[in-house]
């Protein structure tokens, strides 16, 4: 199973992006995802997450910018980011409770993270 990232890049304050993850491999059920961010010389913190059901949690700097979302039929989730703001800037990473075809439990993937920079 990998989790493959992708929709960073550079953008002005107020701007907005979209990222994207998405899961490949032989996967039988998707549990929560949700989507973090390690700016530098900072600890990796939790942006948002979502639940199988949908349930969302958003991380205070967020709430109000940003909406997580998840497709199981594509095995993706998306992270929308408006309104971004210098401090967003950071390398965002997907994760997951992923359980393959044939396991009998999940495991937690990270997918690579993709740069996110917010800069005039």
């Known amino acids: 199973v990998q989790l493959q990232a992708s929709g960073g890049g550079l953008v002005q304050p107020g701007e907005s992006l979209r990222l994207s993850c998405k899961a490949l491999?032989?996967?039988?059920?998707?549990?929560?995802m949700g989507w973090y961010r390690q700016a530098p010389e900072k600890q990796r913190e939790l942006v948002a997450n979502?639940?199988?059901?949908?349930?969302?949690v958003y991380a205070d700097f967020v709430k109000g910018r940003f909406i997580i979302s998840r497709d199981d039929d594509k095995k993706t989730i998306d992270l929308q980011m408006d309104s971004l703001k210098p401090e967003d800037t950071a390398a965002y990473y997907c994760?997951?409770?992923?359980?393959?075809?044939?396991?009998?439990?999940?495991?937690?993937?990270w997918g690579q993270g993709t740069l996110v920079t917010v800069s005039s």
């Open positions: 491999g032989n996967i039988w059920r998707i549990n929560d």
């Open positions: 994760n997951g409770d992923v359980q393959r075809l044939g396991s009998m439990s999940a495991r937690n993937y």
């Open positions: 979502i639940t199988r059901s949908g349930s969302t």
